[in-house]
């Protein structure tokens, strides 16, 4: 990879603000001073600085987050705050995206990240991945609900949802709290399938994507990369080593 590029990738600026620092001559490779922006360099291995600085190189960033409400799921809008208005530059530097979508209101699990073929493949509806749920919803939630989700529900488009899991874990004459396992992401899914069965959620929260399961010490609005261990077990259930 050229000095240059590696540069700007990792937040030193623009390329002709990257060239600027070169000739002012801060900027080392394995001790030696490099002022060429053409020099190739290899990040995984050569000890890059600028000044003082080392250079932390990432092809890809993994970030967990908690979303809280209030946001949307976006890199930019000219009028809402989106998730990655929450992150710090050490991550935003890598241009990282949502993966899938939560509601403004919605929160919990978000996964952000660059790698795009890792996206597409846990969005990808012939992958099956499973998104689970929990949302508490106006009214009781009853077994004939369950069965109704277990075959498939129509919603107010025509569209008849994939098999889903419905787990009631209280169900009472004025709210219910339930778990739902989806394997899709149609618009606004989780509440226009209780609007197909005549009920409305009034808080959801998603708990899981695959594999990947959200922290329960990180507070709404927090975030952290993901582990290698998580990292690993998520490519590896969509078929990516």
């Known amino acids: 990879m050229r000095i240059d590029k590696l540069l700007s990738n990792c937040g030193f600026g623009s390329r002709k603000e990257v060239k600027s620092i070169l000739k002012s001559g801060i900027v080392s490779v394995n001790g030696q001073i490099i002022s060429d922006g053409k020099v190739h ?3 995984t291995i050569d000890d890059i600085r600028v000044g003082s600085e080392k250079v932390e190189y990432k092809k890809f960033v993994y970030i967990m987050m908690n979303k809280p ?6 890199t930019e809008d000219d009028w809402e705050r989106t998730v990655v208005d929450l992150l710090s530059f050490e991550y935003t530097k890598y241009n990282p995206f949502p993966v899938g979508r939560l509601d403004k209101n919605t929160v919990g699990l978000l996964l952000l990240t660059n790698d795009g073929q890792l996206a597409h493949r846990l969005l990808s509806p012939k992958k099956h991945v499973e998104k689970t749920y929990f949302a508490i919803i106006d009214g009781p939630v009853t077994e004939k609900d369950r069965i109704q989700f277990a075959k498939g529900v129509c919603l107010d488009d025509g569209y008849v949802t994939k098999p889903a899991k419905l787990t009631i874990n209280k169900s009472e004459l004025d709210r219910s709290e339930i778990e739902l396992t989806i394997t899709e992401g149609k618009f606004h899914q989780v509440k226009r399938m209780f609007e197909a069965v005549h009920k409305k959620v009034i808080f959801l929260k998603r708990l899981s994507m695959g594999s990947l399961y959200l922290d329960e010490d990180l507070p709404e609005g927090s975030y ?9 077990r998520l490519r590896s259930s969509v078929g990516l080593e």
Not at 69 to 74: D, K
Not at 224 to 232: D, F, G, H, N
């Open 69 to 74: 409400p209030g946001v949307i799921s976006a």
């Open 41 to 43: 360099v290899d990040p």
């Open 224 to 232: 952290r990369e993901l582990t290698a261990e998580e990292i690993q």
